[in-house]
């Protein structure tokens, strides 16, 4: 069984400095696609960081706001959900590939949950900006919490929390279907994918259930979570009222991806994910140019704003509220699996790209501070608008810059370890 060692972003693969270095049984695709999802988390964090400073400057038809809002905001619904996705098929495989599936979570906790409990408890991260400060960035960090740094830097682990609680929800079903055979995963899901019609009920209960939660959510956002749980996750959950039903139904749809690839036919994988691709922006940039309400509820807003809701604005049953619960159902439901398929079956995909693709694990957590250090030097120019494509342009620049120093500590770190291991011997 292919190894599959990080079932979210990529775990700290350790090369060799003399060459060989290529890991045995890995399904590149899946090395390949999580590099392209972190390069787009970057990419996104920085258009937040570099526009959001500025939004009230960006107008609602401008050539900056209208375009930089609608990939913020599809990447919301897209983004972690196919991380959970992925994240879900990497644990399958993780558990299938142990003798034992309690070892399979005992290296989960190692590998994703004590370096979150290091970074956020351990004080790893306040160390980091202590030293920033002392080299001379106190302007981009003037305290160690200024300003919601603590949440910008947050990095997965908010994340990472949900996904051990579904790879232990994962563990109790495949402990119960070793004793009762009826439940087992195989026996369940085969039995469903084995019937078009069993398949397509159960995708049509899992996007109404997606669909009710997310109204309840728009609705009772306040009352439908736990304190403590909507504390956490308050600005998820108000950017994107589905949070957290996606990740679940996404995790759970890709522990069951051997399944889905099997019974869902695509003969033709990438216009497939153009198609999906074009059709969540291009419905969402007109159905925002026909509904105000709809545009206040997606636009980039200023961080400075104090003012900037937690709620859906002018929530009701009318049309921008329905077409937004029906529009999240589907980016969720369909971008995820038609880029998953797509990596899994196109020769380019499934290259070895090298060795860049098997370490982003720790990008994840650090590349917020090259983005803020890039918005606070390249700045807004004063606002958007004073020449064609500023935002973007500053946008892109900001998130190049931060790709590129990421990946560069990124894969120093790695090699440092390496470099000790051999100084060790």
Request: contains cysteine; charged residues 15%; positive net charge.
């Amino acid at each position: 069984m292919p190894d599959e060692r990080s079932p979210l972003l990529g775990g700290l693969h350790i090369p060799t400095i003399l060459g060989g270095n290529k890991p045995a049984s890995r399904y590149q695709y899946l090395d390949n696609l999580r590099a392209v999802l972190v390069i787009l988390l970057i990419f996104q964090h920085a258009v937040m960081e570099t526009t959001q400073g500025a939004a009230s400057h960006v107008g609602l038809h401008s050539w900056d706001g209208l375009p930089l809002a609608l990939f913020v905001q599809v990447n919301k619904y897209f983004l972690w959900p196919t991380f959970f996705f992925v994240a879900g098929y990497s644990s399958y495989l993780g558990f299938e590939k142990r003798n034992a599936d309690y070892k399979f979570m005992i290296a989960r906790l190692l590998k994703l949950g004590l370096p979150a409990l290091l970074w956020t408890k351990g004080g790893i991260r306040f160390a980091v900006i202590s030293l920033l400060q002392y080299y001379g960035l106190k302007d981009v960090f003037p305290t160690p919490w200024a300003g919601g740094l603590q949440a910008r830097l947050a990095g997965p682990v908010p994340f990472i929390c949900g996904l051990l609680v579904l790879d232990g929800v994962y563990f109790i079903w495949r402990l119960i279907g070793n004793v009762f055979r009826v439940i087992e995963q195989s026996r369940v899901v085969g039995r469903v994918a084995a019937s078009k019609f069993a398949l397509y009920s159960t995708i049509a209960v899992s996007a109404a259930i997606h669909v009710g939660c997310t109204i309840i959510s728009i609705f009772f956002v306040h009352r439908m979570y736990p304190e403590v749980f909507y504390n956490s996750f308050q600005y998820d959950i108000g950017e994107a009222p589905s949070h957290p039903v996606g990740f679940i139904i996404a995790y759970f749809a890709g522990i069951n991806f051997r399944y889905i690839k099997k019974a869902i036919s695509i003969d033709h994988p990438l216009s497939a994910l153009f198609g999906t691709q074009f059709a969540a922006y291009a419905s969402l940039g007109i159905a925002q140019h026909f509904s105000s309400l709809l545009w206040e509820n997606i636009k980039l807003r200023d961080f400075s704003d104090t003012s900037r809701r937690d709620e859906f604005i002018g929530r009701g049953f009318n049309f921008h509220t329905l077409f937004y619960v029906a529009w999240s159902t589907f980016v969720i439901f369909a971008l995820p699996v038609t880029l998953v398929i797509a990596f899994s079956k196109l020769s380019f995909t499934r290259k070895d790209w090298g060795e860049w693709t098997r370490n982003t694990y720790v990008q994840t957590y650090i590349h917020m501070i090259p983005v803020l250090i890039g918005v606070h030097y390249i700045g807004t120019g004063g606002g958007f608008g004073q020449f064609f494509g500023e935002g973007i342009m500053k946008s892109v620049l900001v998130g190049c810059t931060a790709i590129a120093n990421s990946w560069i500590v990124g894969h120093a770190i790695p090699v440092a370890f390496q470099w000790l291991q051999t100084v060790a011997r």
